[in-house]
C-alpha cells in the first residue's frame, strides 16, 4: 500500500471508531505492524495532525479547529448516511468501506449537534436478498481503468456461453438490483458494448490510452440510445 493511502486509512480509522483507540486496534485495522504504526503516528502529527495519546494509553484525533465546520441540513445529513447504507446491496466491499470511510471524515468535521444528528439518523436501507451473479475479476482493476481511460483485455463469456477474447474502452459501471454492467467500446467489434461483470472470465490492463475521449464516447453513446429510442 503507498504511503500517502496508509496514513489516510490511519486517519479515516482514528475518525471512525470511538475515541481513544489503542495502537493494537489501529495496527490490526489498518493492517500494520504496530512498530510501523508508531512510526505513521509520528509522521502524521509532525504533518500538523492533532493526535493526542500515546503507547499504551490509546489516541485521539482532535479535527483541527482552524478549519471552518461544514454544516448540512437534517435532511442532507439523513440522505448521506441512507445513501452510505445501501452501497452494502452493492456486494463491493472495497466501495462499501470507502463510503463509510468518506461518512466518517465528513461527521468528523460537523459542528456537535450536526454530528449527533449523523450518529442517531432515523432512515436506513433495506434491501432483500438478491441473486446477483459473484464476480470474479479484480473491481479496483476495472474502476482504476474507467478513471485512467486505459483498455482492458479479457475473456468473456457471453448469454449464449460463447467465449471471446476482447480488448476494450471501459467507459462506466452500472450498478442494478441483481446485475452489475460494464460500458465500453469493444475494439473486437468497433462499437459500444454492454457487458454483465459477472461474465468476464478473465481481465488484465492494456497498453492503449483513450484519454480524453471517454466524455466525447459517452455523449456519443447516449446520442445512439436517444436516436434508437426515437425509432422505435
Known amino acids: 500500500m503507498a504511503r500517502t493511502d496508509r496514513l489516510m486509512r490511519l486517519m ?7 475515541a481513544p483507540v489503542t ?3 489501529l495496527a490490526e485495522e489498518t493492517g500494520v505492524s ?3 504504526l508508531y512510526r505513521d503516528i509520528a509522521t502524521l502529527r509532525a504533518g500538523g495532525a492533532l493526535i493526542d495519546g500515546a503507547a499504551g494509553v490509546g489516541y485521539t484525533l482532535t479535527e483541527d479547529p482552524a478549519l471552518p465546520p461544514q454544516s448540512f441540513s437534517r435532511l442532507e445529513i439523513e440522505a448521506l448516511t441512507l ?6 446491496r452493492i456486494g463491493d466491499a472495497a466501495l462499501t468501506a470507502a463510503g463509510r470511510d468518506a461518512l466518517a471524515r465528513i461527521i468528523a468535521t460537523l459542528p456537535d449537534s450536526q454530528s449527533r444528528q449523523a450518529l442517531h439518523s432515523v432512515m436506513r436501507a433495506w434491501f432483500p436478498a ?12 476495472l474502476r482504476e481503468a474507467c478513471w485512467e481511460e486505459t483498455s482492458l483485455i479479457m475473456t468473456y463469456r457471453d448469454l449464449k456461453e460463447q ?9 462506466g459501471l452500472s450498478y442494478g438490483e441483481e446485475t452489475l454492467m460494464l460500458l465500453a467500446y469493444c475494439r473486437l467489434r468497433q462499437d459500444y458494448r454492454v457487458f454483465h461483470v ?3 472470465e478473465r481481465l488484465e490492463r492494456g497498453t492503449e490510452s483513450f484519454r480524453p475521449r471517454r466524455v466525447g464516447l459517452l455523449r456519443e453513446y447516449v446520442a445512439l440510445r436517444r436516436r434508437q429510442s426515437a425509432l422505435s
Open 163 to 171: 467465449r471471446t477474447e476482447r480488448t476494450i474502452w471501459p467507459l
Open 23 to 25: 495502537a493494537a486496534r
Open 83 to 88: 445513501a452510505v447504507g445501501g452501497l452494502e
Open 12 to 18: 479515516d480509522t482514528m475518525r471512525r471508531l470511538p
Open 198 to 200: 459477472a461474465r468476464i
Open 34 to 36: 504496530p512498530r510501523q
Open 130 to 141: 438478491g441473486h446477483r451473479p459473484p464476480v470474479r475479476v479484480d473491481m479496483g482493476m
